[in-house]
Each structure stands twice: as structure tokens, then as C-alpha cells.
């Protein structure tokens, strides 16, 4: 079915879709929630100090928001999921967006949008990826260069980005 909410993993679960993950969608609702500094931002899935499991899905991000937000030191397993968000990336939407320490694996899946990496302790290992209109931002939050993302690529295929720039470092120490 399709699933236009919001929904929050704060637990070690598992969230694998029964069928084809096409026709398991869940979707970020039009109407936006915000984040801590006021931003609006609508997403779909929050996965936050879990190191639960997210499979076999496709997940919509909104104009105003993201498809998944990996926060508060979580590292969950993403699998074999279709990820889209159509959002503007200046206005810091993100198909995936790690922060505040957050890591885990992305794999097996295809990603439309942005990945954005923030902060320190930030280190998802994203592999075997179809990254297509895709863009990978690194960013900083403060501190020290050594203090900042480190995640790290591996063996995943790269098309272009809606934005204009493939791969932008700012800080951190990505392996690609």
C-alpha cells in the first residue's frame, strides 16, 4: 500500500516490506513538521539511536523534506530500498541525510536525491548503490577537521546530479 506519514524507529526493529518494494511506498506528508532550528522540513522516515533494520520499500521524500533521516548516534541496516526525494538541496532536503553521529549501511539500493553527511561520529558506509540525479554533500557542523564525517563509498554507480555538483566536500574525511 501506500503510506503518506511520518514515521520515527527509536527502537532496534525491523521495517521490511511483504512483495514488491514498489508497491510499498511510505511518503512524507505535504504538510511539514520542523526541525530543531525552525527549518521546515517534511520526512518521511526518521530513524533515530536505532540499529534496527529498513528493507524492501520505496520511500518518497516532499518538496519541503526528505526520504531518511539517520540521527542521534543511529546505525541502522538500509536495504534493497528505492529512495526519492524531489526536494530543492539548497533548501537542505535530503534523500538520506546522517547526523549527530549517525552511521550504519546503505546498500543494495537506489537513491534519487541528495546524501547529505553532518557532524562528528558521522560514518555510513554506502555501497553497491544505483545513485542516479544523485548528489553526496559532506558537510561541517563546527569542531575539528578530524572531528567531522567520515563515510565512506564503495563500488556504487554514480549518475549526475540534479544540482549541479556530483560530490561536494566541505569538511570530514570521506573515502570514495
Not at 512483495?19 to 505535504?30: K, L, S, T, V, Y
Not at 533548501?91 to 546524501?115: K, P
Not at 544540482?163 to 566541505?170: D, F, M, Q, S
Request: one cysteine or more.
Amino acid at each position: 500500500g501506500r503510506y503518506v506519514e511520518r514515521i520515527t524507529m527509536e527502537a532496534d526493529i525491523t521495517i521490511r516490506g511483504y512483495g514488491n518494494r514498489g508497491d510499498i511506498i511510505i511518503e512524507a506528508p505535504d504538510v511539514p513538521g520542523s526541525r530543531h532550528d525552525g527549518t521546515p522540513v517534511s520526512v518521511a522516515v526518521t530513524i533515530r539511536g536505532s540499529f534496527g533494520t529498513l528493507a524492501n520499500l520505496t520511500i518518497l521524500g516532499g518538496d519541503q523534506g526528505g526520504g531518511i533521516s539517520v540521527e542521534d548516534a543511529a546505525a541502522p541496516e538500509i536495504s534493497d530500498v528505492v529512495i526519492n526525494s524531489t526536494g530543492d538541496p539548497m533548501y537542505g532536503t535530503a534523500a538520506v541525510n546522517w547526523s549527530g553521529g549517525g552511521s550504519g549501511v546503505l546498500h543494495d539500493s537506489s537513491v534519487s536525491g541528495v546524501l547529505r553527511m553532518t557532524g562528528a561520529g558521522t560514518a555510513p558506509l554506502i555501497e553497491w548503490n544505483h545513485l542516479r540525479g544523485a548528489c553526496i554533500v559532506v558537510e561541517a557542523d563546527g569542531g575539528a577537521r578530524d572531528d567531522q564525517p567520515r563515510p565512506v563509498f564503495r563500488e556504487n554507480e554514480i549518475n549526475g546530479c540534479a544540482a549541479g555538483t556530483l560530490v561536494r566536500i566541505e569538511a570530514g574525511l570521506p573515502v570514495l
